[in-house]
């Protein structure tokens, strides 16, 4: 088959963890389009905003030359970043509501200010703007996903995949996220991949280093559930496994009419937010 990117399923982190917690949170996030609008809709809420906010200002300096990272406050930059999920942009239902996650952001910012460790050093950045690469060409699947920071190593030539968490909770021991990620920084860049962590911005001053995943083991892994994916989609069956869960329950509320609708993000989505009360459950999402 030839390449063609345009009829390509394309599966991520994001749509892969969708699919293995619900395939149909998976159908209203990834694959639904509002028939008025013609848009992908998207339900934000504060712990989604808070992570969105404290990723652009701690993955924009990976762009900067070494020397320049910590000239200007990441307060400042904070600030400016805020302001694009300030209030219901932000699924914030009051004003002490936004003001307690916007603090967490800030001291999230203030402990890499005070402990910026491996951000001081030099930065890879994989060329394309979103990365990504065929994981099988035979069954048109693309993989795809942005890494958060890799660190260069210049003894060895090599880099180390570094992802910032701003969620309570630790990342699952089953995630296929350093696996995702290892594919992608494997074969998105030349330079061999020598190490993994994950820095929890909330509770740690320094990284967690993390086993690195083995490869072939990972392809297979990411490979069996993006073919699922593929096949849901051709059956167009995409079903809850337990005939309504919280992931897909929360989206059917905008197909309802219950949600309420706040304005389209950068990539045209509808986004919407509903009223509810914050969880521990729902602050453990991993962002």
């Not at 307690?100 to 203030?110: F, I, V």
Request: charged share 30%; proline share 5%; aromatic share 10%.
């Amino acid at each position: 088959m030839a390449r063609d990117k345009y009829s390509a399923v394309w599966v991520s982190h994001t749509s892969i963890s969708d699919f293995l917690t619900c395939p149909r949170a998976y159908y209203l996030k990834h694959v639904y389009r509002d028939p008025n609008t013609k848009h992908k809709i998207k339900m934000i809420s504060p712990p989604l905003a808070l992570g969105q906010a404290v990723h652009e200002v701690v993955e924009s300096l990976s762009v900067l030359p070494t020397p320049d990272r910590f000239k200007e406050s990441l307060i400042i930059k904070f600030e400016k970043s805020w302001q694009k999920v300030a209030g219901k942009l932000g699924g914030f239902p009051s004003i002490d509501v936004e003001k307690t996650y916007k603090k967490r952001g800030e001291d999230m910012l203030l402990r890499v200010m005070k402990h910026p460790g491996v951000l001081k050093n030099q930065a890879v950045k994989i060329k394309q703007e979103l990365p990504y690469y065929w994981i099988s060409e035979e069954k048109n699947i693309i993989l795809c996903g942005k890494i958060d920071w890799l660190e260069y190593l210049p003894l060895t030539d090599s880099v180390h995949i570094i992802d910032f968490k701003t969620s309570k909770g630790d990342e699952k021991s089953d995630s296929l996220q350093l696996p995702i990620y290892n594919l992608l920084v494997h074969n998105c860049q030349k330079r061999k991949v020598s190490g993994a962590s994950y820095w929890y911005l909330e509770k740690d001053d320094e990284l967690t280093p993390k086993i690195l995943p083995d490869l072939e083991e990972s392809f297979q892994k990411v490979l069996d559930v993006a073919t699922q994916m593929k096949i849901a989609r051709q059956l167009k069956i995409f079903k809850c496994p337990h005939n309504g869960c919280y992931a897909c329950r929360q989206m059917e509320t905008i197909l309802r009419g219950d949600a309420e609708f706040v304005g389209l993000d950068e990539y045209k989505y509808d986004v919407y937010m509903i009223k509810t009360n914050i969880t521990d459950e729902q602050e453990s999402i991993v962002l």
